[in-house]
């Protein structure tokens, strides 16, 4: 059910779900949607935890064994570039979606959003100080430049994707990253 509100969010935006929406979307009545969820901010919110459980899933989790610091972000920014190049959502990459749909809104899921966000924000930048701490990034790196580069560059994959055709955004990206980090850039 929250799968197929995802893909609801990742075509038409967060807004768009709704209780009737699913309902409809799955052939069901709307008093069995609303018996699980209650609201439609409930649906929203359970529908944020879902893209951010898939992120954490596909981003973090295959590479969080790995020491902190230069070896994990040079694996994370791998597998973040796969999972905004192709996030298992029709529209692209929701995450990166519904930050720019509630960023500048107030309320429970604008909150629950920045939450997540900041935690993974926060996760880069203490890979980054670790990164620096150890020598592998030079003394005086601006760590939130850092973690701003690189979530830029993997939010820039979906629309030039999707809106420009381009078929090269998963090297792009990657390439862009490695450059924000220092590392050499690889064919």
């Known amino acids: 059910m929250l799968r197929a509100a995802a893909e609801i969010a990742s075509l038409e935006g967060l807004d768009s779900v709704t209780i009737g929406r699913l309902a409809d979307r799955l ?3 709307k008093a069995g949607v609303i018996g699980q969820f209650r609201s439609k901010e ?3 919110l359970e529908t944020v935890e879902l893209v951010l459980d ?3 899933t596909r981003v973090w989790q295959p590479v969080r064994h790995l020491g902190a610091g230069l070896p994990r972000l040079s694996a994370v920014c791998a597998a973040w570039v796969r999972y905004a190049a192709d996030p298992g959502y029709p529209g692209g990459c929701l995450l990166t979606q519904v930050t720019y749909d509630y960023d500048g ?3 429970p899921v604008h909150d629950r959003i920045a939450e997540g966000r900041s935690r993974w924000r926060d996760t880069l930048g203490h890979d980054v100080d670790t990164a620096v701490a150890a020598g592998d990034l ?3 790196t601006d760590t939130p430049q850092v973690v701003y580069g690189l979530e830029s560059l993997a ?3 979906t629309p030039a994707r999707l809106f420009h055709g381009d078929t090269r955004t998963e090297e792009w990206a990657l390439r862009g990253m490695h450059a ?5 850039l690889t064919d």
């Open 54 to 56: 898939d992120f954490r």
């Open 138 to 140: 030079p003394a005086g």
């Open 27 to 29: 052939g069901m009545s």
């Open 180 to 184: 924000v980090l220092g590392l050499p």
């Open 105 to 107: 809104r107030t309320g």
């Open 155 to 157: 939010a820039g994959i």
């Open 42 to 44: 409930k649906l929203q």
